[in-house]
C-alpha cells in the first residue's frame, strides 16, 4: 500500500495515530500489568491445586481469540495489501494453530501422557515454539512496516498471498508439532519431575529474550498507529506470561502458572477486543454518515427536481430539434438517390453514402472538388454546364459511363446560395427496359412458334383425316357405286390414314411427356448385340421392300446406359429415317464404337441424297419435314424432335453429319456400361426358405420387366431354386392380365415399364379382389428416397434398387412366399 493509495485515508486500526486517550489507556494497562506482575513475584512458586478444566478453558479461549484475531487481520491485509499486516496475521493464525496440539498432548488431560505420541516434553517444546514464534512474527511486522514506510511505490502483493500466509502459518505448525512429538529425541528436557532443568530454564530465557528484543524492535520501527500501540501492550503482557509461567516459576501448577497463564489469555484478547471496539466505532460513524448522506441526498433531490423542472422545455426543444435533424439526416443518408450540394460555383460540399455506390467515390474524395468531376458535361466551359434536369453521362471511378437522371435546385443560407444536386442511377431502369423489349420479343417468337406448331400439327392431323373422311364418304353414298375392288382399295386406305394418325398422336403425346417432364425412364445397363438383333428383325422387312441391305457392326458384349425400351424407339427412329430416305439397293450400316472406357458411339449411315446446311439447321424442329412433305414418303415430322430429347434424358448426344449427293450419318453417344454378371460372388444356390415350401408344389413368380437383360438374370437367379417356376411380362397391362388369370405367389414389378408405369399398375392390383392380396415387391433402377417412398406409398411389400442384391432379393422372395402361404392358409 502506498501514502497516496485510496485506502490509506480508510478509519482502519493498523493506519489510525493512536491519540492522547487510547495512549493514556494502554500506559494504564502496561503499568497494571507490571505492578500485578511484582506483586505475584514473591508467590510464583507458591504451589496451588491441579485444575483439569483450566488447560481447556484457557487453550480453546486462546483459539478462539486468536483466529477471530487473525480473520480480521487478513480483513484487514485484502484491503491495504500491506506486507507486514499479512506477517502479523499469520503469526496470530500460527498461535492459534499450535494451541491445538498444545492441548492435546498436555499430560493427564486426555491421557496420562498425552496425545499425538507425545512425550513427556512434548508440551513444554511446544509452549516454547508458541511463544517463541509469535515475538518473530511481530519484530518482522515492525521490520516491514518500516519498510514499506521507506518505499511507498512499492509493487503490492498479491490477494493470493493471503493463501501463501495461510499454508505456511499451516506449515510452520505441522513442522513444530511432528518436531516436539516424533522428534522429541532430537530435543533436550525442559521439564524433569515437574520442575525446569537447566536447559529448560535457558530455552524459556532465550524465549523471554525473544520477547522483550519484538517489543524493543516494535517501539523503534513502528509508526506509534493504533494497532502498533496495542502490540506493544500485548508484549508487555507476554513478557509477563513467559517470565511468571516459565521462568520465575517452580513448575506446573504454582501461582506463577496459573499467573501467566492468565497474563497470555489478557495478550491474546488485547488486539482483539481494540479491533472490536473500533469496528463499532467505525459502524456508528457510517450511521451517522448515512444519516447524513441522506438528508443532503433529499436536499440534493429537492434541487434536482426543481433543476430538472427547468430544464424539461430546454430538453423537450433540443430533442425535438435533433430528432428533426436526425430524421432529416437517416432520409438523406439512405436515400438510393446520390445527393450533392454544391456552392454557386459548382463545387461539392457535401454529399450522401448513395456517392460511393453510384460513382465508387467516397464523400471525402469529392467534397471541394467541382461537379464535373462526376458530370464532365457540367464543366463550366461546356455548353450544357448550366443543365438544370434531364438526363445526363456520369463519370465511374473506374471510367464506366453512367446513364443518370438530374434535377438541380438552388436555395440560400446566410445568404449564401447553394444547390441540391439529386442524381439518380437509371441504369437498372434501362436494362430492365431491355430486357422487358427482349422478353416481349421472345414471347412474340414464341408465340409465332407456337402458332406455327399449331398449323403444322393441324395440317399433318388433317391430312390421314381428310383420306379417312373421304374415303368414308364414298363408302357410305348410295349413289357412288362402289366396285368390291374399289371397296378393298378405299378401305386400305382408310386403315393406312389411321394407322399414320394412330403413330401422329402418339408421338405428339410422347412429346408433351418429354417437354413436360412426366416421362421417366429406367437407365441401366442395356446389351447392344441383344438390342441391335432386335432393331435388325424389326426393320428388316421395311429393307427388303426397298431392296437395301442392312450391315451392323459391333463387337459382342458391349453394354450402355440407358433405357433398355426408348433406346430401341431412338435406334428404330434412326433406321427407318435411313431405310425411307435412302436410295434404291443402298446400305444402312450400323456402327458400335466404344471411343473410350466411359463413351460409346452408334452411328447409323445412310446413302442418301444428303442435307444441305441450311436443312440441318432445321433438322430437329417439330413437323419439319425438310421439304419432303409433298414427297411419297410418310412421316410426322417429331421423331427427330423425339429422338433428341430421349438421348438427352439418357445422359447422352446426338449429332449429324451429311454430304449432299453421298448420304447422312447420324450418331448417338451414350455412356457405357459393365456387363451383367449373374450371381458373381454368390453361392451357386439360392437359399430356400424351408418353412414357406414345406409341403407346397411348386410355387409361381411372376416377373414384369421390359429389360432383357434383367429377364435374363432374374430368370437365371430363380433358376438356382427348384421350388419355383418363373411369369415374365414385359409391359404393364400382360402383367395385370396374367395375374388374374395365373394367379402366382408372388410378383416382381419394375416401376418404369412402357405405357403404364409400375405405381400404377400396383393400384390396379390393389382394387382388383382377384389379385388384392398377392405380395409384390418392387424392382426398379429408380434409387431416390423420394421414389422409394412413393412406391411404398402405392402398396409394394418392399422396394429393391438396381443393381440387384442377391441376399436382399432371397430374403425379400422368401418373405412374399411365406406371406403368400399364409394367405393361402386362410382361405382354406
Excluded at 96 to 123: I, N
Aim: proline share 4%; glycine share 6%; with cysteine.
Amino acid at each position: 500500500m502506498t501514502e497516496t493509495s485510496p485506502a490509506a485515508s480508510l478509519p482502519l486500526l493498523p493506519l489510525m495515530e493512536a491519540d492522547r486517550p487510547a495512549r493514556k489507556r494502554a500506559l494504564v494497562l502496561t503499568l497494571v500489568s507490571v505492578l500485578v506482575f511484582c506483586a505475584l513475584l514473591p508467590y510464583t512458586k507458591v504451589p496451588l491445586p491441579a485444575l483439569a478444566a483450566f488447560i481447556p478453558i484457557y487453550e480453546s479461549s486462546l483459539l478462539l481469540n486468536d483466529l477471530i484475531t487473525a480473520v480480521m487481520l487478513f480483513g484487514h491485509f485484502s484491503i491495504l495489501r500491506s506486507k507486514s499486516l499479512l506477517v502479523l496475521a499469520g503469526g496470530y493464525l500460527f498461535t492459534a494453530l499450535l494451541t491445538v496440539p498444545h492441548m492435546l498432548t498436555f499430560p493427564g488431560l486426555f491421557s496420562p501422557s498425552g496425545w499425538l505420541g507425545g512425550h513427556s516434553q512434548a508440551t513444554a517444546w511446544l509452549y516454547v515454539f508458541w511463544h517463541g514464534g509469535f515475538p518473530a512474527c511481530v519484530a518482522a511486522y515492525a521490520l516491514l512496516g518500516h519498510r514499506e514506510r521507506q518505499r511507498p511505490h512499492a509493487a503490492a502483493p498479491s490477494p493470493l498471498a493471503a493463501l501463501w500466509a495461510i499454508a505456511a502459518a499451516l506449515l510452520a505448525a505441522a513442522a513444530f508439532t511432528v518436531l516436539a512429538t516424533a522428534g522429541h529425541d532430537l530435543l533436550p528436557p525442559i521439564l524433569v519431575s515437574g520442575h525446569y532443568s537447566l536447559a529448560g530454564r535457558i530455552v524459556l530465557a532465550g524465549t523471554w529474550g525473544a520477547s522483550v528484543v519484538a517489543l524493543v524492535v516494535l517501539w523503534r520501527y513502528s509508526k506509534r498507529s493504533l494497532l502498533d500501540l496495542w502490540l506493544g501492550v500485548v508484549m508487555a503482557a507476554w513478557l509477563c506470561d513467559i517470565g511468571l509461567s516459565a521462568v520465575l516459576n517452580a513448575g506446573r501448577y504454582d501461582v506463577g502458572w496459573y499467573a501467566g497463564r492468565i497474563y497470555g489469555l489478557f495478550a491474546a484478547s488485547c488486539v482483539l477486543i481494540v479491533l472490536l471496539l473500533e469496528s463499532n466505532k467505525l459502524f456508528a460513524r457510517l450511521v451517522v454518515s448515512h444519516e447524513h448522506a441522506l438528508q443532503r441526498s433529499a436536499d440534493l433531490q429537492r434541487l434536482n427536481l426543481q433543476n430538472e423542472q427547468r430544464a424539461m422545455q430546454y430538453a423537450n426543444a433540443l430533442e425535438e430539434l435533433h430528432f428533426k435533424e436526425e430524421e432529416i439526416r437517416a432520409v438523406v443518408h439512405n436515400i438510393a438517390d446520390c445527393v450533392l450540394t454544391t456552392d454557386a460555383a459548382g463545387v461539392v460540399r457535401s454529399a450522401n453514402p448513395a456517392l460511393e455506390r453510384v460513382f465508387g467515390y467516397a464523400a471525402a474524395d469529392v467534397v471541394g472538388r467541382h461537379i464535373s468531376l462526376l458530370i464532365p458535361e457540367l464543366a463550366v466551359d461546356s455548353e450544357r454546364a448550366f443543365i438544370r434536369d434531364g438526363e445526363v453521362e456520369g463519370l465511374h471511378r473506374d471510367g464506366r459511363q453512367l446513364p443518370l437522371e438530374l434535377a438541380m435546385n438552388d436555395f440560400e443560407v446566410h445568404g449564401v446560395r447553394q444547390s441540391v444536386v439529386v442524381l439518380a442511377d437509371i441504369g437498372e431502369r434501362k436494362q430492365f427496359v431491355a430486357e422487358l423489349r427482349r422478353a416481349q420479343i421472345n414471347a412474340e417468337q414464341a408465340n409465332q412458334a407456337k402458332s406455327t406448331f399449331l398449323a403444322n400439327m393441324s395440317h399433318e392431323l388433317r391430312t390421314p383425316l381428310n383420306a379417312i373422311l373421304g374415303f368414308a364418304q364414298i363408302l357410305a353414298a348410295d349413289k357412288m357405286p362402289v366396285t368390291p375392288e374399289k371397296r378393298r382399295e378405299f378401305i386400305q386406305h382408310i386403315l393406312k390414314a389411321g394407322k399414320h394418325l394412330l403413330v401422329l398422336i402418339n408421338e405428339v403425346l410422347d412429346l408433351a411427356k418429354v417437354e413436360s417432364g412426366t416421362l421417366s425412364l429406367s437407365v441401366e445397363a442395356v446389351e447392344l448385340d441383344e438390342i441391335m438383333t432386335s432393331c435388325q428383325q424389326m426393320i428388316g422387312p421395311l429393307a427388303d421392300k426397298r431392296d437395301l441391305r442392312l450391315r451392323f457392326v459391333l463387337d459382342p458384349g458391349m453394354h450402355v446406359q440407358a433405357d433398355h425400351t426408348r433406346l430401341k424407339q431412338v435406334l428404330l427412329n434412326l433406321l427407318s429415317n435411313a431405310v425411307k430416305y435412302n436410295r434404291k439397293g443402298g446400305l444402312v450400316s450400323v456402327t458400335c464404337v466404344a471411343l473410350s472406357p466411359e463413351r460409346t458411339r452408334i452411328a447409323i449411315q445412310d446413302g442418301g441424297e444428303g442435307l444441305t446446311q441450311a436443312q440441318l439447321a432445321q433438322l430437329f424442329q417439330p413437323f419439319n419435314r425438310l421439304g419432303r412433305e409433298a414427297s411419297s414418303e410418310e412421316g410426322t415430322g417429331i421423331g427427330l424432335v423425339m429422338t433428341r430429347r430421349l438421348v438427352e434424358m439418357m445422359g447422352g448426344t446426338i449429332g449429324v453429319s451429311s454430304t449432299v449427293g453421298v448420304g447422312s450419318v447420324f450418331w448417338i453417344e451414350l455412356k457405357a456400361a459393365a456387363a451383367l454378371r449373374v450371381a458373381t460372388g454368390f453361392s451357386q444356390v439360392m437359399p430356400v426358405d424351408l418353412q414357406a415350401s414345406a409341403g407346397a408344389g411348386q410355387r409361381s413368380l411372376l416377373y414384369v420387366e421390359d429389360n432383357p437383360a434383367n429377364l435374363l438374370l432374374v430368370r437365371e437367379l430363380i433358376g438356382f431354386r427348384g421350388d419355383l417356376k418363373l411369369l415374365t411380362a414385359s409391359e404393364a397391362s400382360t402383367g395385370l392380365r396374367l395375374a388374374r388369370e395365373q394367379q402366382p405367389d408372388v410378383i416382381l414389378m419394375d416401376i418404369n415399364l412402357p405405357g403404364m408405369s409400375g405405381n400404377k399398375a400396383m393400384r390396379l392390383l390393389s382394387a382388383d379382389p382377384a389379385t388384392q392380396d398377392i405380395p409384390v415387391i418392387a424392382l426398379s433402377a429408380n434409387a431416390m428416397s423420394h421414389d422409394v417412398a412413393r412406391s411404398r406409398q402405392e402398396g409394394f411389400m418392399c422396394y429393391l434398387t438396381k443393381p440387384l442384391n442377391l441376399d436382399e432379393f432371397t430374403e425379400a422372395l422368401n418373405a412374399a412366399l411365406r406371406r403368400s402361404e399364409q394367405r393361402a392358409s386362410r382361405s382354406l
